[in-house]
T-cell receptor, first 115, second 112 residues
């Protein structure tokens, strides 16, 4: 079974631009979560989608948004980029998102640099 | 979410066992204890999880204290490939709680 894939792997943008990142979950997985990792804040939860609906949301401004398609693929969008948005963005998938005992599988991440 | 406390860093010699501790004194009765690790330049990967009983898998063992206020991840024979940041995470059992709350983790260095 193929793992979680994320595209692109690396991205350079300038302040004020917007960016869209893509995540393809493991086949059969319906829950997709997004995380931001920075040296200062560590790994932080952005949001989670299940059956095309946002089910959980972290403490990030509205510039960060996402969506999920009927095939469970997900995209996240960051508008009006700021220097502080430079980070590794990680996507994780799980089967139905029961929490507790379920395992999340992470992709390799997209490294975003904002200049 | 209940919080966990881990040492910032640990060192171990190659081919020796490693015991990574985690304190979670505010754990609730239905919280699962999960361990993930992040190797350099990779996304986190699942290691092991448990509820009350000790658990073993091909990667590691998880020893859970009787009062569940602490746990220990055991790598039986560390290799250089085990050098990573290890995260101890508590996960509530309610459906739809997919949020993983990562702490700062323990950076494990393996000495050849």
């Amino acid at each position: 079974k193929a793992g979680v894939t994320q595209t692109p792997r690396y991205l350079i943008k300038t302040r004020g631009q917007q960016v869209t990142l893509s995540c393809s979950p493991i086949s059969g997985h319906r829950s997709v979560s997004w995380y931001q990792q920075t040296p200062g804040q560590g790994l932080q939860f952005l949001f989670e989608y299940f059956s095309e609906t946002q089910r959980n949301k972290g403490n990030f401004p509205g510039r960060f948004s996402g969506r999920q398609f009927s095939n469970s693929r997900s995209e996240m969008n960051v508008s009006t980029l700021e220097l502080g948005d430079s980070a590794l963005y990680l996507c994780a998938s799980s089967t139905v998102g029961t929490g507790g005992w379920e395992t999340q599988y992470f992709g390799p991440g997209t490294r975003l640099l904002v200049l | 979410d209940a919080k966990t406390t881990q040492p910032n860093s640990m060192e171990s010699n190659e081919e020796e066992p490693v015991h990574l501790p985690c304190n979670h004194s505010t754990i609730s009765g239905t919280d699962y204890i999960h361990w993930y690790r992040q190797l350099p330049s990779q996304g986190p990967e699942y290691v092991i999880h448990g509820l009350t009983s000790n658990v073993n898998n091909r990667m590691a063992s998880l020893a859970i204290a009787e009062d569940r206020k602490s746990s220990t991840l055991i790598l039986h024979r560390a290799t250089l490939r085990d050098a990573a940041v290890y995260y101890c995470i508590l996960r509530a059992s309610n459906f739809g709680n997919e949020k993983l709350t990562f702490g700062t983790g323990t950076r494990l260095t393996i000495i050849p």
